[in-house]
């Protein structure tokens, strides 16, 4: 049975973007486009009505910030992934956009087909990323690795980062093979539990794919393959 389509909502004030981005969604048969916003308050109301699976949004918007509407938007659809497509590609922006809630960031330049690639990774648990925002992502871990170090109540521990338990237990599952929907059924929980998960994980070992998470937490001496089985 085929999954339903993403529909998607973009919030953009540059309307050649917004005509290309609609363009390259309506292309794909995974990917349904539901509407379009140019600044912030209208962007808060179209998300908040029409729910999407996807917002993408801009940061520089003609009437204040798009942290403003990741904010809200996370905080009332906790089920909308967020990504933002942005000319700002340094690190402040980057980590800002990601403590406000948003789980993708990829720069304006971004291909057409890159473009719904990174939209379906999102909601397939990863967390999309040009390659410039994630060496921003790596940089600030390493930077962070040289000051501080912490450890879970299991006694997991990664330089700067501290993973749950469950995150833990997540992770030796991706690393024996398991798909997001084969973690769901082993842990008894949600996809968007696992999604939740993934996303956080993710997030802590700066990766974007669950092969960069096995290989970082192994190089960081957090999981040994050879004891999985």
Not at 9 to 37: C, M, T, Y
Not at 75 to 86: A, Q
Not at 183 to 204: C, G, M, P, Q, W
Request: net charge negative; proline share 3%.
């Amino acid at each position: 049975m085929n999954r339903a389509k993403i529909t998607v909502v973009l919030v953009e004030d540059d309307p050649a973007v917004r005509q290309r981005f609609k363009a390259s969604i309506n292309r794909h048969p995974e990917l349904e486009w539901v509407g379009e916003a140019a600044n912030v308050r209208d962007g808060k109301a179209l998300v908040l009505e029409a729910c999407p699976r996807v917002l993408l949004v801009d940061l520089g918007l003609p009437d204040g910030s798009g942290l403003e509407v990741i904010s809200e938007v996370a905080r009332k659809l906790p089920e909308t992934e967020i990504m933002v497509v942005s000319m700002f590609g340094d690190e402040g922006h980057v980590i800002q956009a990601i403590e406000a809630g948003a789980s993708g960031y990829i720069l304006k330049d971004t291909d057409d087909a890159s473009l719904a690639e990174h939209i379906i990774q999102l909601c397939d648990g990863g967390s999309p990323m040009s390659p410039m925002i994630a060496r921003h992502l790596l940089k600030r871990m390493h930077q962070g690795s040289q000051s501080s170090s912490y450890t879970t109540t299991s006694g997991e521990q990664l330089d700067g980062i501290a993973l749950t338990p469950r995150e833990m237990q997540l992770l030796k599952l991706l690393a024996r093979g398991y798909t997001y929907r084969e973690v769901a059924e082993d842990l008894a929980v949600s996809s968007h539990t696992v999604n939740s998960h993934i996303k956080n994980l993710y997030r802590k070992l700066s990766v974007n794919t669950k092969n960069e998470a096995v290989y970082e937490a192994t190089r960081q001496g957090l999981l040994d393959i050879r004891t999985l089985g």
